[in-house]
Structure formats: structure tokens, C-alpha cells
């Protein structure tokens, strides 16, 4: 963030210039009217798609934290980025046996080959038997100020055959909600379509 503006996550009230102003890789999901930053990491949205858990330790012992429950939504405190208490470390980040990582892909749209955010990234696995899906991950990157989980298009693949048509269903459920900005508002139909690859590379087993 460019210390010559104002910013609601570095100065609380301040303001976020960017929503009238230059948002081009802002969010398109689970924005408020405090701000509209998106999430910059690759790796949490990958874990997010696996369901990992995130140990940590502080002054009152030792918790376990879902990572759909370690990032927060801007709201009325964009300043918080996680629900890590005062004092507290992440120590370790398990992630379950699941048998679908091994048919897992991540997808990174970005403007440059290298050292660039993404514009919109997708960690996606599937469980795919006799040619119907049994079961779905699918995480998103750059759309929101969190990783971003798509239960809803999850839950729409199980029992469809794996095809483009199937994909294509989930990839509208799971940006169904969203809002772009004049400057971003591409990133809807980009995210839709990012789905939609990396479902075919699970599938075909693209690299």
C-alpha cells in the first residue's frame, strides 16, 4: 500500500481512495465500504482449498484454527487481517489426509511471469470416479481479502459428470455475489473462467 494515500488497513478511519480511485486488482467479493484490498498469498489459498488447520500459541495456551475461521472480511475493521489474539504465534498448520490433493492443481492469472500478485488464482482438486465427481475443492485468490472458499460450487459438482458443462455451473455459483468496480469489474468473467481451467487440469491431469 502507497503510504502517500490514505488507507483504512494502515489508519483506521482514514479513508480507501481506492474505490473511487486506481482498484484494477481490488476485490470483487466479500468487500465492504471500508475497504476492498484483496489477500496476497498463494500458499493460504492453497491451504484453504485443503481445509488445513493453523496451531497456535499464546499467553492462554494452545488453539486449533480452521483456516476458513484464521482470515477475516474487511467490515468495519479492515485493519484486522486475522483472528490471532493478542500474543499469540502460529506454531504449525496441519492439513488432513485428503485423497484429492493428489488430483490438485493451482492456477495463477497474473499481469507479469514473475514477482506479480495474482489478478486471480485458483487452487482446485477433485475426486473424480468413473467419470462422476464425488467430491470438490475450489479456493480463489486475488478476489477477496481472504482466501476464498467456494462451498457452494463444491457442493453443486458432487454427483455431476466431470465436464466443462459441470464446471462452468460451479464457476457461476461460486462468483454468484459478486461486485466489480469499473476498473475490476473484468475480474468476474476472468475469475469464472479460472475456475473452469483449473478444473480441466484436475480432470486431464494438466501440469
Not at 486449533?64 to 498448520?93: C, K, V, W
Not at 465436464?163 to 476472468?190: H, M
Request: glycine share 8%; net charge positive.
Amino acid at each position: 500500500m502507497d503510504s502517500a494515500f490514505p488507507c483504512n488497513k494502515r489508519i483506521p478511519g482514514s479513508g480507501c481512495p481506492a474505490i473511487e480511485g486506481i482498484h484494477r486488482i481490488h476485490a470483487i467479493l466479500g468487500q465492504s465500504p471500508s475497504c476492498i484490498a484483496t489477500h496476497p498469498s498463494d500458499m493460504a489459498v492453497a491451504l484453504a482449498a485443503l481445509d488445513a488447520v493453523v496451531n497456535v500459541q499464546g499467553p492462554r495456551g494452545e488453539r486449533r484454527i480452521p483456516i476458513g475461521e484464521f482470515h477475516r472480511l474487511p467490515e468495519d475493521h479492515p485493519e484486522i487481517d486475522t483472528t490471532l489474539q493478542a500474543g499469540e504465534l502460529i506454531t504449525s498448520i496441519d492439513l488432513p489426509a485428503l485423497a484429492m490433493a493428489r488430483h490438485s492443481r493451482y492456477l495463477k492469472l497474473r499481469d507479469r511471469a514473475q514477482f506479480a500478485f495474482a489478478l486471480v488464482s485458483v487452487a482446485a482438486a477433485l475426486d473424480i470416479r468413473s467419470g462422476k465427481i464425488q467430491g470438490a475443492r475450489i479456493a480463489m485468490g486475488g478476489v477477496a481479502h481472504k482466501p476464498w472458499r467456494a462451498h457452494e460450487a463444491e457442493a453443486a459438482l458432487v454427483g455431476r459428470s466431470a465436464n466443462d458443462d459441470s464446471y462452468l455451473e460451479a464457476a457461476t455459483l461460486a462468483l454468484r455475489g459478486s461486485k466489480g468496480l469499473p476498473g475490476n469489474e473484468f475480474k468476474v468473467e476472468l475469475a469464472k473462467r479460472a475456475i473452469v481451467r483449473a478444473l480441466q487440469m484436475v480432470e486431464r491431469g494438466v501440469a
